[in-house]
Nanobody
Framework: QVQLVESGGGLVQAGGSLRLSCAAS????????MGWYRQAPGKQRELVAA???????NYADSVKGRFTISRDNAKNTMYLQMDSLKPEDTAIYYC?????????????????????WGQGTQVTVSS
């Protein structure tokens, strides 16, 4: 069973820091792109930051210079270092990963490629 499990959320004062982790487990052959998304109450889910398998990154304008995304391919884990947090960063943060699963065997070996989401972790920034 494939899982993405986030951790590291919590309550922090404005100006503080948090580090989120997203660990992927299961029959994973490789991980392509990964990303962090967030959803605040009454708002649509938005991309916060993304990272390719080669380490190329991109960020939402609202978090540039404050958040840093990284990944450890050996551990199938992605991180989001969040500094200088603001009350408007309050949201549920979700990790997303483009996974290549397998190999499986049904007369021949094959792989499945699919998109997975974690369950989310709450980040609350108080003013």
């Amino acid at each position: 069973q494939v899982q993405l499990v986030e951790s590291g959320g919590g309550l922090v004062q404005a100006g503080g820091s948090l580090r989120l982790s997203c660990a992927a487990s299961g029959s994973i052959f490789s991980i392509n792109g990964m990303g962090w998304y967030r959803q605040a109450p009454g708002k649509q889910r938005e991309l916060v930051a993304a990272i390719t398998s080669g380490g190329r990154t991109n960020y939402a304008d609202s978090v540039k210079g404050r958040f840093t995304i990284s990944r450890d391919n050996a551990k199938n884990t992605m991180y989001l270092q969040m500094d200088s947090l603001k009350p408007e960063d309050t949201a549920i943060y979700y990790c997303n990963a483009d996974l290549l699963l397998g190999p499986y065997y049904r007369g021949d070996y094959y792989y499945n490629r699919d998109d997975y989401w974690g369950q989310g972790t709450q980040v609350t920034v108080s003013s």
